[in-house]
């Protein structure tokens, strides 16, 4: 079992920054792909962006790329997810997820049962 516990969301005007933080209770995070799930009103959960356990692989929505960037410490079995020139249609709740796959950052939501809790990132234009 993972728990994952995530924090960093809030209220951002257009064109600013948020950093979410997402920490795992398990001891052997490096063998876990790490991701961030997000859903806005009305709109199906997609994936915003994946880090294999290494960290030498990631996977970001086209509609971020560039402006997203993942990371993860092993050691402090945290993932990160740095984002910049934020948008309103960014707004959402973001969900950290954890996949036991950790060499692929599948897409589908299906391929990860951990999931925290909800962290709410709202964008005002």
């Known amino acids: 079992q993972v728990q994952l516990v995530e924090s960093g969301g809030g209220l951002v005007q257009a064109g600013g920054s948020l950093r979410l933080s997402c920490e795992a209770s398990r001891s052997t995070f490096g063998g876990y792909t790490m991701g961030w799930f997000r859903q806005a009103p009305g709109k199906e959960r997609e994936l915003v962006a994946g880090i294999t356990g290494s960290g030498a692989s990631t996977n970001y929505a086209e509609s971020v790329k560039g402006r997203f960037t993942i990371s993860r410490d092993n050691a402090k079995k945290t993932v990160y997810l740095q984002m910049n020139n934020l948008k309103p249609e960014d707004t959402a709740l973001y969900y950290c997820?954890?996949?036991?796959?950790?060499?692929?950052?599948?897409?589908?939501?299906?391929?990860?049962?951990?999931w925290g809790q909800g962290t709410q990132v709202t964008v005002s234009s």
């Open positions: 997820v954890a996949s036991a796959l950790s060499g692929v950052v599948p897409a589908s939501r299906g391929a990860y049962p951990y």
